[in-house]
Structures are given as C-alpha cells and as structure tokens.
C-alpha cells in the first residue's frame, strides 16, 4: 500500500484537496472512471468543488466524461415506506442528485431502499463487481464514523472481508445522524441500512478517506495506529493495497500529530497528486 496522510488547516482546504485527487483521476485514469461516493456531511464540499472545477476549468469536455465517469454510490438508508416515486424526507439518492450526480457521466448505481433488502443485496453485489470489471480505475471516497470508526455502514464487528450486506445501525451511529440529519430525533433515523462491504471497499484502486472537526481526532489515530481489529472497521484499511489518501483537518489530525509528530504528514500539491496518480496507472 501507498499511504499518503495530508494535513491541510481547515476543511475548505482540505476539501479542495480532495477534489484535486479526483480531477486528477479522471485526467490521467486513462480510461473509465468508476467513483464510489459516500453521503453524510464530511463530502458535502467535496463534491461542490468537483463541480466548481469542472463547470470553470473543463467547460466543452462534457461528451469526454459522459463516456467514461460512473458513480457508485456506498450505501443507503433502508426506508420500509419509501417507493421509487415517494423518497424518504431525508433521501441519499436526493443529495447525489443535487450535488456529484450534477456533473456529466454515463451511469449511476445507488442502493434501493424501497426494495427488498435482502433481493436488493443480491442486486448491488452484482452490480459492483460489474462496474469493478468496467472500470480502469475505481476512485473510492469515505468519510468515517465519529466514535466506532465506521466506513460505509459496516458496523464495528463486522467482518473485514465482508460483501455488501444489511447493517442494523448502532446507538452512536443513530445518534450521531440524528444530530446531524433529523433535528436530534433519533426516532426519525431508519435504523437499517445497505452497505457495501470492506471486502468491496478494498476492492478500489484508490480509496480518498476524509475526515473533518475534532470529534474524528481520536478515532482517526485509533484506525491508523493503533490494532487492527473488527471493532474499528476503518482499521481495516492498513491492510489495503492500492494508493490511499488520509485527508484531515487541524482538528481532525490533533491526535496523530500529538502522538505520533508531524513526520507522518505529507505536503502534496495537485500537480504531485498528477503524478502519484499516473505512477499508479
Ligand atoms: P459524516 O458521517 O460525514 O456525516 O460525519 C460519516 C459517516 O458516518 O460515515
């Protein structure tokens, strides 16, 4: 594995980062580009400045991404009184919509939550591996679970190897996205979800791990250095083997820096991501 920890101060930074990394992907991928997205707020301005950058910097390379872009998106919610038509209030599929999903590409997969759960992870297991086998190069992006260390939805226990699966929601988990998404009603928050496993995370080519605000500090350090073990699942990425990039933000980075020096952070610019991207072709 090829593991690259960024430092930038804030989360505007750091989120321009990141969308450099994925610029540079679809630049020098040199073929089809699958992206898997993840939802919650950590991408939030990830995903604008995606678009930002391709609205200013490609106007007139539509057609060129629509050949070879694709999304895929993590997980979603499990909602038993959501149809096609009628999404739930707080809807996954809507914030794809209104944001990534805005910039031209070929296809997109999303978790259906108005499926059965069972039949639809049938479904979404075939439908990653048949976008694993289109893509030349699989972009992943993830934001982690405040406390547990969660990536996707795989709850802590979850095995390291595991396929795309139902996960019933923790307490913090629930509690956190109720902070986040429902006014504080953890009532409101479905309690079940469909994720794609780690074992279909570290599948990815390059995975982009990013982390915001000083709730993530200790369970950042925790995943990256300290055991490996089912109870952190995002510790499971040590075991990855393709190109990883760990983004934080001063808050989100306190713990590693104070434990472990600053040595661990590496100063990157776009064009270095150019390169680190085309070296991994
Ligand atoms: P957040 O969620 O981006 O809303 O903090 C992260 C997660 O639960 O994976």
Not at 57 to 65: A, L, V
Not at 263 to 281: A, R, S
Request: proline letters at 3%.
């Amino acid at each position: 594995m090829q593991c690259f920890f960024i430092n930038k101060h804030t989360r505007e930074e750091a989120s321009e980062f990141a969308a450099r990394i994925f610029e540079a992907a679809f630049w020098n991928g040199s073929g089809n580009v699958l992206v898997g997205t993840a939802t919650g707020q950590t991408p939030v301005l990830t995903y604008k400045n995606m678009q930002r950058i391709f609205n200013e910097e490609y106007d007139g390379y539509e057609e060129e991404f629509e050949e070879c872009i694709r999304f895929m998106q993590l997980d979603n919610y499990v909602s038993d009184d959501a149809t096609a038509e009628n999404l739930p209030e707080y809807s996954y599929q809507r914030e794809l919509e209104e944001s990534i999903w805005k910039i031209p590409h070929n296809a997109h997969f999303i978790p259906r939550e108005y499926i059965d759960p069972e039949e639809e992870c049938k479904h979404y297991e075939k439908v990653v591996e048949e976008q694993r086998n289109w893509a030349d190069l699989y972009i992943q992006l993830l934001g982690i679970g405040d406390k547990d260390g969660h990536i996707g939805f795989n709850m802590p226990g979850t095995p390291l190897d595991a396929g795309v699966h139902i996960a019933t929601l923790n307490e913090e988990t629930i509690e956190a996205n109720a902070k986040k998404f429902f006014n504080g009603d953890t009532s409101k928050v479905p309690k079940k979800a469909i994720t794609m496993g780690i074992g279909n995370i570290l599948q990815a080519d390059v995975i982009v791990l990013e982390a915001f605000g000083s709730e993530k500090a200790e369970i950042i350090h925790k995943s990256f250095f300290e055991d490996m073990t089912e109870e952190v699942p995002a510790s499971a990425l040590r075991t990855y083997d393709g190109l990883l990039f760990v983004i934080l933000d001063d808050e989100s980075s306190s713990a590693i820096r104070e434990k472990e020096g600053d040595d661990v952070f590496t100063n990157l610019d776009k064009y270095d991501v150019n390169q680190i991207i085309l070296d991994n072709n």
